[in-house]
Structures are given as C-alpha cells and as structure tokens.
C-alpha cells in the first residue's frame, strides 16, 4: 500500500497548500447563509419543537459544506489533472484500482470532514446545537463525505473540460445539496416536493446527521443510513468500475 499512502499524501497537500480557497473560503460561505438566513428566519420558524431556527440551520451548513467540498475535492483533482496532462504521472507508477480510489476518497473525506468541522466551531458563536448521538454525527459526516467523493471522482473521470464539469455541478450537485433540506423541513413542503425530496439521497445524509444533534428527524435515522449506505456502496462500485476499465483516464 505504498502507492495509496504517496498519492493519498500527494492529495492531501494538494488542497492543504491552497487552505485560504479550500477550507476557510467554504467555512465563511457557510457562515453568509447562517447570518442571512438566521436573521431573517429564527423569530419566525420553529422546525422541530423547542428547537431554534438558527440551531436547525447550523447541522445542515456544516453537512452542506461537508458534502459539495468533497466532491470538489475529488472533481477538480482529476480534472486539473487530465487538462494539464500530470494524469500520467500518476498512470506510469504500479497503482493498483484500488489504491487509486482509495487515495482520493479518502483525501476528500478528510477535506469535507475538516470543513465541516470549521463551520460547526465557527457557528458556535450564534447557537451551540446539543449532539446527543456523536455516533450519528459521525457515522453521516464520513459517509455522506464519501458518496460526494465518490460521485465527484466519478464527474471527474467523465468530464474532459471544466464547463462539462461546471455542468455537472450546477445541474446535479447544486440541486440535489440545496433541496435536500438545509434551510427547512420537508414535512413544510407541498406533497410533490414533499415526494421528490424523499428520492434525493442528500437529504438523507443531512437529515441523519441532523438526528446526531437534537435526535429527532423528518425519518428514522436508520432509513437515513441504509439508503446513504446504500448509495455510496452502488456509486462506489461504478466509479471502480470506471477506473479498471481505463475509461476516459487511459485511453
């Protein structure tokens, strides 16, 4: 495993030596939508009863920002990678598959999990959430960090040039981070919305990882594991198979 060590190494640096953008820039956009949404919203919404507005928001940034850095982590990796042509310093060692991918998820695991704990410290200032299950907490924040790598090695291998890659950020992930109910419940949503909410994988993960803090939720915390769970084991088998195959990395 001397391969996944270098380039896991090889990863974490790569986004560690550009902090200012990859971590600190995130944690402050986070805390905007705090301030915004938090002065406007917590006199008059109440998600969950005897919970304030501006504690319910603060696990659904910090899972937010978790989850759209880590996809960014692996997506851009790849991307710069292939556009500026150093993918094939990375192709000529004896890497296997797997070390392969489990050098950049787990590089953008660590990233999503480092972010999303920058804005739950930062966040402490406005409200301090309870976290009554550190188990739930942790269990969401390492898996829904994974499926977004996951998929963002995915995008990163499909992509061949940063607008195909925008696209996929702006049509898939944006949505699916944004109406996944960070900012609201979903039992508040019409029930069209209400129905396609509960086929957004995203909102499972932020929904389970909010169950962490105040332990209750719009659904069972173990539905919220099995289909995250789930869905990381399914995407995670295919971007694998991309990678074996050699598709749009070696040939």
Same mark, same amino acid.
């Given at each position: 495993?001397?391969? +996944?060590?270098?380039?896991?190494?090889?990863?974490? !640096?790569?986004?560690?030596?550009?902090?200012?953008?990859? &971590?600190?820039?995130?944690?402050?956009?986070? %805390?905007?939508?705090? !301030?915004?949404?938090? *002065?406007?919203?917590?006199? *008059?919404?109440?998600?969950?009863?005897?919970?304030?507005? &501006?504690?319910?928001?603060?696990?659904?940034?910090?899972?937010?920002?978790? !989850?759209?850095?880590?996809?960014?982590?692996?997506?851009?990796?790849?991307?710069?990678?292939?556009?500026?042509?150093?993918?094939? #310093?990375?192709?000529?060692?004896?890497?296997? *598959?797997?070390? #392969?991918?489990?050098?950049?998820?787990?590089?953008?695991?660590?990233?999503?999990? @480092?972010?999303?704990?920058?804005? %739950?410290?930062?966040?402490?200032?406005?409200?301090?959430?309870?976290?009554?299950?550190?188990? =739930?907490?942790?269990? #969401?924040?390492?898996?829904?960090?994974?499926?977004?790598? &996951?998929?963002?090695?995915?995008?990163? @291998? =499909?992509?061949?040039?940063?607008?195909?890659?925008?696209? +996929?950020?702006?049509?898939?992930?944006?949505?699916?981070?944004?109406?996944?109910?960070?900012?609201?419940?979903?039992?508040?949503?019409?029930?069209?919305w209400y129905g396609v909410s509960q =086929?957004?994988?995203?909102?499972?993960?932020?929904?389970?990882?909010? *169950?962490?803090?105040?332990?209750?939720?719009?659904?069972?915390? =173990? %539905?919220?594991?099995?289909?995250?769970?789930?869905?990381?084991?399914?995407?995670?088998?295919?971007?694998?198979? %991309?990678?074996?195959?050699?598709?749009? @990395?070696?040939?």
């Amino acid at each position: 495993m001397t391969g +996944f060590s270098t380039l896991f190494y090889k990863e974490l !640096l790569r986004f560690w030596k550009v902090s200012f953008q990859t &971590v600190l820039a995130p944690v402050l956009t986070a %805390l905007l939508y705090l !301030l915004i949404f938090a *002065h406007v919203l917590d006199a *008059h919404v109440q998600p969950y009863p005897g919970v304030r507005y &501006v504690a319910f928001l603060i696990p659904g940034l910090a899972m937010m920002s978790m !989850l759209q850095n880590a996809f960014a982590n692996t997506s851009s990796s790849l991307i710069q990678s292939k556009i500026t042509g150093n993918l094939v #310093f990375i192709l000529l060692p004896p890497l296997s *598959h797997f070390e #392969f991918f489990a050098a950049y998820v787990l590089a953008a695991i660590v990233r999503g999990v @480092i972010v999303g704990a920058g804005v %739950l410290l930062l966040t402490l200032f406005f409200a301090v959430p309870p976290m009554g299950n550190p188990l =739930w907490v942790l269990a #969401f924040a390492l898996l829904g960090s994974g499926l977004m790598a &996951v998929l963002g090695l995915i995008a990163g @291998i =499909w992509a061949e040039k940063f607008d195909q890659l925008a696209a +996929f950020q702006n049509f898939l992930i944006m949505p699916l981070t944004f109406l996944s109910g960070v900012f609201y419940s979903i039992h508040s949503l019409p029930p069209f919305w209400y129905g396609v909410s509960q =086929w957004n994988p995203v909102f499972y993960a932020i929904d389970g990882f909010r *169950h962490g803090f105040f332990g209750v939720s719009d659904v069972s915390p =173990w %539905l919220s594991l099995a289909v995250v769970g789930a869905t990381f084991i399914a995407l995670s088998g295919y971007s694998y198979s %991309l990678i074996k195959s050699g598709y749009k @990395i070696r040939r």
